[in-house]
């Protein structure tokens, strides 16, 4: 038995057993009321376990002698806290009837029995419906607790579902920094692998640009394990993603690593931010991709656009001579996650090669 239900029970033994006493000293104490007084609260007590089986026994017993009237109206209570209403409804009934038998057998001498059997039906109609009113709020409650707990789980998931979409965000933003990063090192490498009659100063200029490549890439590389490792802190801490703004400073690091680049912008107004950061990874990923198949190849950008139309990026270069192998290993991704970038910004991109010339072109939305 556990402490709650040993509570339940002495509490039953306290209350039942009080009522049975009081009504067993108001009848004089017979034998058989005796008896009936001890075997009705034995079954009070059974109404612990077996509510419907011990109610009944105790109305059973209500037939031979009011002291089990208690125990009675005690188990019609539990069976309609318990049990649902059709099962609780016949119960109450059975204790009504076995009540009006014991009128009819056992009369009281105060009250008549028209009025006795209104007593008996208002008190099993209140025991009814107190007991229903009790299981109704209990059933709230539970579901009240249930929609508590699935909301709370719900928006764990959401919270996680938002953690790991923006951990997968910044994985792509990583993978094109990387690409672009080590592109740049393995040009200037390049350089040095190929001309070693260069003077010493554009050697160690040129092994300077390898250092500071190589220590950008391990610092971006951290970032990327750091995300890996599912850092939430780092979530909060990144710096502000780049856009078309900051457009010179990239196009400056390509032309210092050896690569022509022609620029021609002439968008009207300042893109917002979400268009400009998308624009700016579009250039990026072009300029990686010509060091990587055609190194040595001149690259042309050309940028069209004005607030309420779109924004147009086309970047051109001429296509490698056959056979000529990349600068670097290519991951073959680069050109797929930036179509799916440029997708979910709600634009279109396509990249083809015709006429000896590589082009890409990006068509983003670009709101008045």
């Known amino acids: 038995m556990g402490e709650k239900q040993a509570v339940a029970a002495g509490v039953v033994a306290l209350g039942v057993g009080a009522l049975t006493a009081a009504t067993l000293w108001g009848l004089g104490g017979g034998a058989v009321d005796v008896v009936v007084a001890v075997v009705s609260l034995a079954a009070a007590l059974a109404q612990l376990w077996w509510p419907v089986s011990g109610t009944l026994a105790a109305t059973a017993l209500a037939v031979i002698s009011p002291v089990a009237t208690p125990a009675a109206t005690a188990g019609a209570l539990q069976v ?11 119960v109450a009934a059975a204790g009504v009837a076995a009540h009006l038998v014991q009128g009819l057998w056992r009369p009281n001498s105060g009250i008549s029995l028209g009025w006795w059997l209104l007593l008996i ?3 099993y109609g209140a025991l009814l419906g107190w007991g229903a009113l009790a299981r109704s709020r209990r059933a709230l409650l539970i579901s009240l607790h249930e929609r508590a707990r699935r909301a709370e789980a719900e928006q764990g998931r959401r919270v996680a579902e938002a953690r790991t979409a923006e951990r997968r965000k910044l994985a792509r933003e990583m993978h094109d920094v990387l690409a672009h990063r080590l592109s740049l090192v393995a040009t200037h ?11 010493p100063e554009q050697l160690a200029r040129a092994a300077g640009v390898v250092r500071s490549g190589v220590h950008q890439a391990l610092e971006e590389l951290r970032q990327v394990i750091g995300l890996l490792r599912e850092e939430d802190d780092l979530l909060d801490e990144r710096e502000p993603a780049p856009t078309l703004a900051d457009l010179p400073h990239l196009i400056d690091e390509a032309r210092q690593a050896g690569q022509s680049v022609y620029v021609a912008d002439e968008t009207d107004g300042e893109t917002p931010p979400a268009v400009g950061r998308t624009g700016y990874r579009v250039v990026q990923e072009g300029l990686t991709n010509a060091r990587k198949h055609a190194p040595g190849q001149p690259v042309e950008v050309l940028l069209r656009g004005s607030p309420g139309s779109r924004l147009t990026i086309t970047l051109t270069n001429p296509l490698p001579s056959p056979g000529a192998a990349p600068t670097s290993p290519a991951s073959g991704v680069g050109l797929v996650g930036l179509t799916e970038r440029v997708r979910l910004a709600g634009g279109r991109l396509d990249h083809h090669g015709s006429d000896g010339q590589f082009r890409i072109r990006a068509w983003l939305p670009w709101p008045g």
């Open 80 to 90: 309609a806290q318990r049990r649902r209403f059709p099962l609780a409804a016949g």
């Open 121 to 123: 039906c208002a008190a």
């Open 189 to 199: 490498a390049g350089a040095l692998e190929y001309r070693p009659d260069s003077s």
